[in-house]
């Protein structure tokens, strides 16, 4: 009786020991480290940084989290030495993602050069082609880079490196040209929901009005957040007063080119967000724009 006491204090003693030391010298990027902050809705980095740059008539938006970076879209062509150069200062060798909201030339034009200059580990765009130089050139330089391209269905999460923060997709889905218009690529725009430091925020590409309502209809519940990339450079074929009710953002901000020929923003956009009190940035007025996402609370970096 008394061995057996003995042999089973050997055995609690090796796995106190065996214990203790693996959480002495368990990496911090351990998955099982990524896993908790993941499940606990936080991430490993203390904030989180979004960078609307300014890329004239154009969409681009960085997201940064501790060691980790996703571009969303890449601006004009003519823009693309611009968004290199800036994530070139951000100190930004390697991308974890690029994500093409839809293929318009405003959106992918840029995202060629940023594939030429960096490593980029993953690149997701909508599951729709289009018959252009611009879109085919993207595809070789996907394809320069040694990766396959991903088409994210709704609910698939796009995760930032191992930061713990993460993209859900909330729209299109498969077949949007045929579910929304084989005409209209803006209706084909990946919707991606941010989720880091205890913050939320909305990158809406150029999605349109069809689309936001089918996003009220099935999935409500993850609109409301606390920063909104205004859809389509605030345009009419967006933005409906519900859908911006819905969201609901602390900070909403409008990538467009001062003049533009398209007469971008809409009036409405600013009537809808302006009740909420929505801080409202305009990239053609106040150049690029940082939010930090940190502890719950976002507040503007620059
Ligand atoms: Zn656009």
Known sequence: ?????????????????????????????????????????????????????????????????????VLIDGGKASAGSTVVDYLSRQGIAELDAVIATHPHEDHIGGLINVLDAFQVDAFYMSDEAMDTDIYENLLDAIDDEGIQPQFPDIGDVIPIGDSGAKLTVLAPGPDSADTYSKNDPNTWSLVCRLDANGCSALFTGDTTAAVEKTMLRTEPHLLNCDVLKVAHHGSRTASSKDFIQAVSPSYAVISYAQGNSYGLPNNEVFEYLKPLGTKIYETAKDGTVVLQLKNGQVSVAS
């Open 1 to 69: 009786m008394k061995k057996r006491h003995n042999f089973l204090w050997v055995i609690t003693a090796m796995v106190l020991v065996a214990f203790a030391f693996s959480k002495e010298f368990l990496p911090a990027t351990h998955p099982d480290n990524t896993l908790s902050n993941t499940l606990a809705g936080t991430s490993a980095a203390d904030a989180t940084n979004l960078h609307f740059i300014n890329v004239g008539q154009g969409d681009a938006e960085l997201i940064v989290c501790g060691e980790n970076a």
